[in-house]
């Protein structure tokens, strides 16, 4: 009997952690999967109708540069080496190079009939790695170009992230500067607009 109670309580103990161990690779693999780094910021400041000054910073070392771009929205492209999703859980991340940035028009006779303005970012280190893991290709998933765009808003700044799968972007309200207190104006303001 009480033999039997050992290897019951023996059971339970390995049966126990092995439940901890599986939970535990269960919110590793998924926090692996969903990763996210972010890899460029922006604002706009407008300079007439559909004109707009960019300023972007991106990669690591926060390259800024100032662009002027047309239209209503914007887009920027990057290549893209997605690992396998086995490669992704044991700590390697996918890749990327920021290729282009542009504006683009939300209607389409505006994209087709009015002027535009494009830019080469050559930013990251897709290529590098490509050329890198041509001998070690099992862990690359796949290889293509992705791309976000969004519409353009004052006082917003814009944040591109690299996922496992391709770019994101995220925008939030603009920080005040160091030291900024609002006034009853801009409460009222703020008030109205809904922010």
Not at 83 to 112: C, H, Q, S
Request: hydrophobic letters at 45%; zero cysteines; glycine letters at 8%.
């Amino acid at each position: 009997m009480f033999r039997l109670v050992r290897v019951s309580l023996f059971l339970v103990v390995v049966l126990s952690v092995a439940l901890v161990v599986s939970m535990g690779l269960t919110i590793l693999t998924y926090v692996r999967l969903t990763a996210e780094e972010p890899i460029a910021k922006m604002y706009f400041e407008p300079l007439e109708e559909n004109l707009f000054e960019a300023h972007l910073a991106a990669g690591e070392g926060g390259d800024v540069g100032i662009f002027e771009i047309y239209g209503d929205q914007w887009r920027i492209d990057a290549e893209f080496i997605k690992l396998k999703p086995w490669a992704n859980v044991m700590g390697m991340d996918a890749r990327y190079k920021l290729v282009r940035f542009e504006g683009r028009y939300r209607d389409i006779n505006d994209e087709n009939t009015k002027p535009k303005m494009a830019y080469d970012l050559g930013q990251g280190d897709a290529l590098d790695l490509m050329n890198y893991l041509a001998e070690w290709n099992f862990l690359v998933d796949a290889e293509y170009g992705s791309s976000t765009f969004t519409d353009i808003k004052q006082d917003t700044l814009y944040t591109v992230y690299r996922t496992q799968s391709g770019i994101i972007v995220r925008s939030e309200p603009m920080p005040d500067p160091i030291g900024y207190e609002p006034t009853m104006m801009d409460d009222i303001r703020a008030w109205v607009s809904g922010n």
